[in-house]
């Protein structure tokens, strides 16, 4: 089964998370599955890069700002695909250009307008695991571009789609959808499965938990999506269509 799994930066935040998750996917190869693992930055490392930022500018060039916020994830890839390789794993690591995806010109909002999958299923077929950084593409010009915040879900849900994979996984720092913020309302209730109407709803409205534009491209594309704790086990949330 070819499996995509994306983790948030709270699931990345230190070396030790790292290799935490690096353990679960090669668990996932041993049982012979095929996974393209999407990365974040880790922890706040994009709050603090736009902090960074700010101390020299006020209204930075966004061609600029993208091709520095996109280094968080390339270092996330490259990290990720090191402990699978101390895992005996054979991680290989892809900035969203080297992935093939393909985005407009909107710096900083980005939409994606196709993938070129040749050279992940190549890697694919070569028993590599792949890793790809998220939140970033590349335009015809061959800048670099990011997605929004949160955007790493739709590189995730894209390589699904694109790639014809059975699974999305977005693993996270909350055990599933909630019908509402789980760290601002206590009684939030987990759903078992949430349709693609509803939740793009909810992401419209602010709910952190999966970028909007991830779940456009889940309904246009039939893309089941789970979301999951990478800290508690648990089947999580299952996006699709109700
Ligand atoms: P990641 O870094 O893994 O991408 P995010 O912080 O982007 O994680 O999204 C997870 C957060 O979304 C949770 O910590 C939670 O506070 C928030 N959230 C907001 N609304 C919801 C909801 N309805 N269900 C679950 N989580 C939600
Ligand atoms: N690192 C980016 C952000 O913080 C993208 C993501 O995490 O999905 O918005
Ligand atoms: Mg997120």
Redesign the pocket.
Known sequence: MLIVRKY????LADGERIRKAAQSVAGLVAQGHRVVVVV?AQGDTTDLLLAQSRELTKAPDLRELDQYLAAGEQMSAGLMAMALQELGVHGMSLTGAQAGILTDGSHGDARILTLCTDRIRRELDRGRTVVVAGFQGVDRLGDITTLGR?G??TTAVALAAWLGAERCEIF???D????????RFPD?VRLEKIGYDRMLQ?AKEG???LHDRSVELAKDHQVPVWVRSSFRPGQGTLVCDL
């Open positions: 948030g930066g709270s699931s974040s949160g790493s879900d996270t720092d909350v599933g959808v909630y019908d509402k913020d789980p760290r939030a909810m709910a952190q938990v």
